[in-house]
Each structure stands twice: as C-alpha cells, then as structure tokens.
C-alpha cells in the first residue's frame, strides 16, 4: 500500500484485517519536499520514498482525459490487494511457494492543465477493514470513509531530478512493487509528452521519429520487472528518446488501425531516469 506498511501484502497472507486495501498515486510539485531529499548526504536520499504529511504540495494534474483522450483522473489507482489470495499457489502447509503473486506494477497516464515542476508522487490508499468499514487517506474521499483520521499518512516518492511540464502535457507515471527473497522495494519513472499538429510531424526534421496518437494507452513497457531489458532500449532508461511508442487499435471488425485525433499528434519532451533501479538505494 502507498501511505502504509509497505511489507504487509507478504506477511498477511492468511485470514486478514484489513481485508483488501488500493493503492493511488498523483504527481505533485513541492520545492520544499525536492529540496530536503536532495539535501541528504548521498543519492539514496532521493530514491527512498517517505512516510509525510503532504501539506506544501501542489497537485499537477487534472480530471480532463487530455488531447489523446486516454489520461485518468486527477488522483489515480495503482493495484489492489486482497487477503487471503484465492489464486496464490501454496504449499501442503498452506503457505504461498513465493512472493511472486505480491509483485505490482501501474502505468498512469496524466493531464497536466498548467506549467508547473514535477518533483515526485504523493501515493495514498485506502482500506476494506471489514464488511463496509473503511479508512482512507485518498485526498478526495478520506472526508467521506474516514473524517479526522490522523493515524496514517501518505507517501512521496521523489525524483532526483525535477521534471518541467508545459501546460496542457500528458505524463505517463510507471511504478512497479517489487520483491525477491530477501526484499521488497518501489522502482519508479515518469515520461512527459506534448501534443503538436500532425503536419509538423511529417516534417523531415521528425520523419522515423513520431507515431500518430491511438486511442489505447501503451502498455508495451508494463512489467513486472523494470530493470531487465524489455526493448532494445537502456533498461535503467537514461537515454533521451523523441519516438512516442503508439499501438494500433482493434477496431470491432477485428481490423488494427493506427488513429489521429482533431489533427494532433505526441511529442515525447523529456523522461526521469528510472528511481531505486533493483532496490539499490531503499528496500524493506
């Protein structure tokens, strides 16, 4: 869960309460929280995320879907987990035979309305308890499920290197659970994208380089293992790339069909490097 216990899913495989909790995640701006990761004294200080009251924030994104129609709420869902797992392979002694069924991984689409600086992600959760008693931390809703709770408090996750978005941008969120045997760990990374006229990207100067938007997100890089070679592309994902990766789109016919909208395609303009690449510099 973000804003909670971030080992719970492996230990709480048995009868369990809370029964089910879901995990949100928004990118925000907050100078003060950006500089006082960087103030730390090595780089981990800025790949470990933290337990904080996010007072001095600023959301950057909005409910609007964005010009290629697939960005999601302001405030977005990750995964879920529930307990017991039902589909969990286990053991005679009925323990699960890995943490593999703990593994998670999002990628969010965002629109960001107004220029502003991404400094990381606020990551918030909410809880079944039992039947329909609830908790939540989720900045829309807590109000409603758990009004004048202070017991628990969100996550940020940081970038080590602020990220500027242009007013009407799209950013493209990916965070990954992870685990081995010995740990659990969060890896994370962000990717910016403009909207620009289609006749610009026919250009030579963008020919090979730009793809027209679809209307299915890209779900090519989601997996469950960020760190290992997914494309021909650097794994730790450091290198600038101008190339927007769009899928086709399965018509009702069945047909695959490339899509344009309104004229306007993506531009990719910038990405972070990936965050806490293998759980180098935090884990539990």
Not at 45 to 53: C, G, L
Not at 168 to 181: G, M
């Amino acid at each position: 869960m973000l804003g909670w216990r971030l080992i719970v899913p492996n230990v709480a495989d048995g009868i369990s309460i809370p029964s089910s909790y879901t995990a949100y995640i928004a990118p925000v701006s907050s100078s003060k929280l950006y500089n006082e990761t960087r103030a730390g004294k090595d780089a981990k200080s800025s790949e470990t995320p933290y337990v904080v009251m996010l007072h001095a924030i600023n959301i950057l994104s909005d409910n609007g879907t964005g010009i290629s129609g697939t960005c999601g709420p302001r405030i977005q869902e990750c995964w879920e987990f529930e307990h017991p797992r039902k589909d969990a392979a286990l053991t005679e002694q009925g323990l699960p035979l890995t943490n593999s069924h703990n593994v998670r991984s999002a990628k969010l689409t965002f629109h960001i309305p107004h220029a502003g600086v991404l400094h990381g992600f606020g990551g918030y959760f909410e809880a079944v308890l039992y039947g329909n008693v609830g908790i939540s931390i989720h900045p829309e809703r807590m109000a409603l499920i758990s009004k004048d709770m202070l017991s628990w408090f969100p996550l940020f996750f940081p970038l080590k290197d602020s990220l500027y978005l242009p007013a009407d941008a799209e950013l493209t969120v990916s965070l990954w659970r992870l685990t081995d045997t010995r740990k659990v760990w969060y890896e994370w990374f962000a990717e910016a994208f403009l909207p620009v006229p289609s006749s610009s990207v026919s250009s030579p100067i963008w020919k090979d380089t730009l793809s027209p938007m679809s209307a299915s997100p890209d779900t090519t890089f989601l997996s469950a293992f960020p760190t290992t070679p997914i494309q021909a592309t650097s794994p730790s994902l450091d290198i600038p790339q101008l190339t927007l990766q769009v899928p086709t789109r399965r018509t009702s016919s069945g047909m695959m069909e490339d899509r344009e909208k309104d004229g306007v395609s993506l531009v990719k303009i910038s990405q972070t490097a990936l965050q806490n690449a293998g759980g180098k510099s935090s884990w539990m």
